[in-house]
T-cell receptor
Framework: DSGVTQTPKHLITATGQRVTLRCSPR?????VYWYQQSLDQGLQFLIQ???????AKGNILERFSAQQFPDLHSELNLSSLELGDSALYFC????????????????FGSGTQLSVL | DQQVKQNSPSLSVQEGRISILNCDYT??????FLWYKKYPAEGPTFLIS?????DKNEDGRFTVFLNKSAKHLSLHIVPSQPGDSAVYFC???????????FGTGTSLTVIP
């Protein structure tokens, strides 16, 4: 158990809909990362938050947004869903996080499998 | 643009033999590298890491080698065990940045 909790584990929805994925980081971790894994693709970095603030942005679509709340949990919002958004979405947390990658490790949740029909 | 590449999608090895998984990167600013293992229906779990100031790091049966001039790293598993069958991802980051870039993964099958 990594200590990172993601809900829901599975999500089935229709095109055009909006969904919210939730992530609770490990206790004490300030950074939260979101990754997308599509079929035959690696882990594509979407966005990172550190202590409530957006820290880095990757290949995140404009239809997607995220936030990190004061209690450090994070939500990834996906809207106007398309078939191609079907993927496994991972959240990861780390500590200490900010510009100190000497021994930083990411701890991943078990992911949310999103299926857009 | 894939900055971290794992060119072998799959690898099969006999139990007891050595497994060698390879990873190449293009960004010369990367100075910290990690390997993750992923079982089906689970998230990736950290395996081993290496800083660019080293060329080798060992942890039990797992050793990571880094060749900075070639921008190449490899993970050696000796001896390989059936429980090692999983997808292995390499990842890289730069101290000046906050992103971890992952490869596409190599699916390792250890045959009993």
């Amino acid at each position: 158990d990594s200590g990172v909790t993601q809900t829901p584990k599975h999500l089935i929805t229709a095109t055009g809909q909006r969904v919210t994925l939730r992530c609770s980081p490990r206790s004490g971790d300030l950074s939260v990362y979101w990754y997308q894994q599509s079929l035959d693709q690696g882990l594509q970095f979407l966005i990172q938050y550190y202590n409530g603030e957006e820290r880095a942005k990757g290949n995140i679509l404009e239809r997607f947004s995220a936030q990190q709340f004061p209690d450090l949990h994070s939500e990834l919002n996906l809207s106007s869903l398309e078939l191609g958004d079907s993927a496994l979405y991972f959240c990861a947390s780390s500590s200490p996080g900010l510009n100190n990658n000497g021994d930083e490790k990411l701890f991943f949740g078990s992911g949310t499998q999103l299926s857009v029909l | 643009d894939q900055q971290v590449k794992q060119n072998s999608p799959s690898l099969s090895v006999q139990e007891g033999r050595i497994s060698i998984l390879n990873c190449d990167y293009t960004n010369s600013m990367f100075d910290y590298f990690l390997w993750y293992k992923k079982y089906p229906a689970e998230g990736p779990t950290f395996l081993i890491s290496i800083s660019s100031i080293k060329d080798k790091n060992e942890d039990g049966r797992f050793t990571v080698f880094l060749n900075k001039s070639a921008k190449h790293l490899s993970l050696h598993i000796v001896p390989s065990q059936p429980g090692d069958s999983a997808v292995y991802f390499c990842a890289a980051s730069a101290v000046t940045g906050n992103q971890f870039y992952f490869g596409t993964g190599t699916s390792l099958t250890v045959i009993p």
